[in-house]
């Protein structure tokens, strides 16, 4: 009975964002309410999907009831169970948000919706042909939403994003031609099957392994493929910008995961070293990068975005390793940095629209102007460094236990020198924000710039970031009690 | 090499994916104007189809109507699954110029290198 409601979970979001564009012959401003109402009830059934994992361990549901391997299958397991919980809380938590710093309009809402069906797709689907196309819905709706703000710079970074990530995804779909030619199959748990009856060392399934994690690479926005996200996330409203950059790269990144470790199996990754050093590398590279790179920026937002180019190398790294330490690491990594930089969005986006500060420079002494977002900003950045107990710490951890334990020293270090980096961006931040000079000019700037578009600051907004900042903090020593229920050693196959 | 280029010869569709998966990155690096990066974007695309349609062809095998005595039969599938990636691509083709159309209303130009410019301007 619950593996049904997998499959309504998309639905119900599907169907209402229909609803604010009919409504929109008699109404405008209603899509809030109509997305409100859909996704609260999502949110319920998200949480008895879950308590149906807690009881029955791993939940499959076949669509039209066709049977797999030929039918589409959804599945969840240990896995993708926190990445939908984090949909379902991070996609109620924008509508707080964008309630009154919008934008409002009804199709804005549509495509909010159609956007989180997406992003639960991505999370649900066992199959790989399924996941493309949710990751193109993801993807086509995750565009339109960075075009909305109201200038032509979101417009050209949007269409920036759209060529990088269509390119991204063909790959995948070659890379699952390549599979699909190779075994004749697109489910998940079937196709792992039969990649190991074709051998792990067929040059089908390498190329069909590499075209896979480019494009998927292209997505998550790893180094050196990340060249569209900055201007994306800086270019478009906070609240888009927060939502984008809280879920769309982490499904993809999961997505990643999910092939990598259920689909090609650790066994394929033991049984070609090149490669999974390969992929470890690519992981790394990424972390040192986006942390140098966010270094350099003066621009918060384009800070916030290289940031997560590097977490994501951390991520990736976890997957690469494959063992269930590291895998929880990144799956902890994945949920935590999703609340920590939506939060840190949203905070910087009522920076803006309160101040009009945008820039490094105008970050002196805010901290004093608007004490309750700044310390939670500053509480929110300190995760990103992995400050104990916080959940940026724990993620960290046991993804450099992982690595010590598969014998990858090198790469325990490379977390490290990451996190000395990341300290060097942050603490200049909270530095400013505490001990700067507070601005003289930044009040004038507000008033010159008006580009704020007069939105105010609402209590909800500044509690939502309060929240979100207590929330990782707490998150960290649970997210330790939850390692045994996720079972990932079960989904690894070891 | 004569199996290579025997292989070239027989799956010339193989070559014609690569081909035109090439031409499609080349455009969409090379040409300044936004509408040909799109039109680049869309060979990319159609190559990808092209391969996976081709996957499924069989010589002189039927359609996969299955009959008594039949076959062997072409597996349907890949079309299928092009069907879906088709109207995905149509899709973003779409929202690709709608954004070119803003672009250009904002800017008054799609040349790459000016609009760079004038953005840099405000």
């Known amino acids: ?494 | 090499m004569t199996g290579i280029a025997e292989s070239l010869l027989t799956q010339y569709y193989h070559v014609v994916f690569v081909l035109l998966l090439g031409i499609g990155v080349y455009t969409m690096i090379d040409a300044k104007n936004l509408v040909k990066k799109i039109i680049g974007l869309n060979v990319f695309q159609v190559s990808v189809f092209l391969f996976l349609v081709s996957s499924g062809y069989l010589e002189g095998a039927e359609p996969a109507i299955v009959k008594d005595g039949g076959g062997p039969y072409v597996n349907p599938l890949p079309h299928v699954l092009i069907l879906t990636a088709i109207v995905v691509g149509v899709s973003l083709t779409a929202l690709a110029l709608a954004l070119v159309v803003r672009v250009y209303q904002e800017y008054g130009t799609l040349d790459e290198e000016h609009l760079q410019e004038v953005m840099s301007d405000d």
């Open chain 1, 1 to 494: 009975m619950t593996d049904a409601l997998l499959g309504v979970v998309i639905a119900v979001p599907v169907l209402a964002s229909v609803v604010p564009l009919i409504a929109s012959f008699w109404r405008d401003k209603i899509g809030w309410y109509v997305a409100l109402i859909a996704l609260s009830v999502n949110a319920f059934i998200v949480a008895s999907i879950v308590r149906g994992f807690l009881n029955e361990g791993r939940l499959s549901h076949e669509v039209g009831g066709v049977s797999v391997p030929y039918g589409i299958e959804l599945a969840l397991d240990g896995l993708s169970v926190p990445i939908l919980v984090l949909v379902a809380l991070v996609s109620l938590g924008t509508l707080v948000y964008t309630r009154n710093a919008g934008p409002r309009s009804n199709s804005f809402y549509s495509g909010y919706l159609l956007l989180t069906a997406g992003l639960i797709g991505v999370t649900v689907t066992g199959d790989v042909f399924n996941l493309y196309v949710f990751i193109e819905i993801t993807g086509l709706t995750a565009y339109a939403l960075i075009a909305s703000g109201d200038d032509g710079r979101s417009a050209y970074a949007a269409l920036k994003y759209l060529i990088a990530g269509t390119v991204g995804a063909s790959l995948y779909l070659i890379g699952i031609a390549y599979a699909f030619v190779a075994t004749g199959t697109l489910n998940m748990a079937d196709l792992s099957a039969r990649l190991a009856e074709v051998g792990h060392s067929d040059t089908l399934v390498l190329t069909s392994f590499a075209f896979v994690v480019a494009g998927l690479g292209v997505k998550v926005a790893l180094f050196p493929l990340h060249t569209w996200q900055p201007d994306a996330y800086s270019s478009a409203p906070y609240g888009v910008a927060a939502y984008v950059s809280a879920l769309v790269s982490t499904v993809s990144a999961y997505a990643l995961g999910r092939l990598v470790l259920t689909v090609y199996t650790p066994e394929f990754l033991v049984s070609n070293p090149v490669v999974s050093s390969a992929l470890v590398y690519f992981g790394a590279l990424s972390i040192v990068a986006g942390s140098v790179l966010a270094v350099l920026q003066t621009d918060v937002r384009r800070l916030l975005a290289y940031s997560s180019v590097s977490q994501f190398g951390l991520v990736v790294v976890a997957f690469g390793i494959a063992n269930p330490t590291s895998v929880f690491g990144g799956v902890v990594t994945l949920f935590g940095h999703a609340v920590v930089k939506g939060s840190l969005f949203f905070a910087a986006g009522i920076f803006a629209y309160r101040l009009g500060v945008t820039r490094l420079d105008e970050y002196e002494g805010l901290a004093r102007k608007m004490p309750y977002t700044g310390a939670a900003f500053a509480v929110l950045a300190l995760t990103l460094v992995g400050v104990p107990p916080a959940v940026g710490f724990v993620g960290k951890w046991y993804v450099a236990l992982g690595a010590v334990r598969a014998g990858e020293t090198s790469v325990a270090v490379v977390i490290f020198a990451s996190t000395l980096l990341t300290l060097m961006y942050v603490a200049r931040l909270v530095d400013r924000m505490y001990y700067g000079a507070a601005g003289t000019g930044t009040s004038e700037t507000a008033v010159a710039d008006g580009g704020t578009g007069g939105v105010c600051v609402t209590y909800g907004m500044v509690a939502l970031v309060v929240l979100a900042a207590i929330a990782v903090v707490v998150l960290g020593p649970v997210a330790s009690a939850v390692q045994e229920t996720l079972a990932l050693g079960e989904v690894l196959g070891t």
